[in-house]
């Protein structure tokens, strides 16, 4: 395993010390050390927005905190999920008397943990809301959506949510523009390769030289299916084919597209992916309104993408387009 680090065991502190300390007019501590908050949290009279999850995949989660989107971020250690009290500590400390809603991916023990967050947050009288991320097509059907993971589409409700919360609205309205964000967001994604945990030391899965699998999760989850690596216009129609047949967009709509990186794949890989799914988005009618390309949901040093869209009205391409700084993202 080539990789920089100490210890296993603090691998995650360690990194969420040196974060801080790169950012910290942007970032601070909690109580908990793996609690991470904007540095001028609480805002007062804000909606706050909350998310957490295993560490391993910056930007998301804590790369999403600051001005315009999130408020504050649980981090567990690699792909495990942060506590109910580390939430419980991140919500403390962001809660400026508007409520909080938490955001976050389709994962047995983060819903668990965020469930018990939320119920001792409110024996605290703050007021919780809670929007699950379902985005990726490939690990379940249409008929079984409330069963799909969470992958890079929330990126888009920390967007579009922070930027209603930034501009004064109810804890109620907050939650309507996530839960309509995610409605019309979808996912897919491919790995090249496997990635290793450090307390692990060796690859979760095994892909042989020369295939892929199509459907994988962030974490290894088992794809779709494993088979031989095709050219990126393949790849490319293979992702946007199933998420805009399960998406199903009418001709004329106006989306966003992310074509995201795991980890370790060039930059130049992912505008080849992407200009093929350009072509085929405009093909069906779409015109695209914003494109993201880059790392915005990894996997530690896993080689693959992920494919994400959104649909937009006319609220939703406003509030994407609205200012946002955090220490990974930038708008406006």
């Known amino acids: 395993m080539r990789r920089f680090f100490n210890n296993p065991d603090t691998y995650v502190t360690d990194m969420l010390d040196g974060l801080v300390k790169a950012y910290p007019k942007a970032l601070a ?3 908990d050390p793996h609690a991470i908050v904007r540095a001028d949290a609480p805002v007062e009279g804000k909606v706050a927005l909350a998310t957490g ?11 999403y905190v600051g001005e315009g989107m999130l ?37 047995g023990g983060d819903v668990m943990n965020f469930d018990m967050s939320t119920e001792m947050a409110e024996m605290e009288d703050i007021e919780v809301r809670t929007v699950i991320v379902a985005d990726d097509v490939a690990s379940a ?8 993971r969470g992958v890079a589409g929330m990126v888009f409700a920390f967007k579009t949510a922070g930027a209603k919360a930034a501009a004064g609205a109810s804890l109620d309205e907050v939650e309507e523009i996530a839960k309509r964000t995610l409605a019309g967001t979808r ?8 990635c290793i945990i450090p307390s692990v030391g060796k690859p979760g899965f095994d ?17 779709a299916k494993r088979e031989t690596l095709q050219s990126a216009d393949e790849v490319a129609e293979r992702l946007a084919t199933a998420v805009l047949d399960d998406l199903a967009p009418a001709s004329g709509d106006r989306v966003a597209v992310m074509m995201n990186g795991l980890g370790a794949t060039p930059p130049e ?4 992916l992407y200009r093929k799914v350009h072509e085929i ?13 880059g790392e915005y949901a990894t996997s530690m040093e896993m080689a693959g993408a992920s494919l994400t869209i959104c649909r937009l009205d006319d609220e939703l391409a406003g509030l994407l387009d609205a200012p946002a700084r955090t220490p990974f993202f930038q708008e406006g």
Do not use: W
Request: aromatic share 8%; proline share 5%.
């Open 269 to 272: 890989d992912l505008f080849i």
């Open 281 to 293: 988005v405009e093909g069906r009618g779409l015109s695209v309104h914003k494109a993201y390309v």
């Open 207 to 223: 892909l042989a030289e020369g295939e892929m699998e199509i459907g994988m999760g962030i974490h290894g989850e088992p794809g």
């Open 53 to 63: 999850g295993g560490s391993g995949h910056l930007p998301v989660f804590l790369g």
């Open 141 to 148: 059907g249409p008929d079984e959506a409330e069963r799909r």
């Open 187 to 194: 996912s897919m994604g491919v790995a090249l390769s496997p």
């Open 29 to 31: 501590f909690g109580d």
């Open 71 to 107: 408020d504050g971020c649980a981090v567990g250690d690699v792909f495990n999920s942060p506590t109910a009290e580390q939430m419980l500590d991140v919500t403390r400390r962001i809660h400026g008397g508007k409520g909080v809603l938490y955001i976050y991916g389709n994962y």
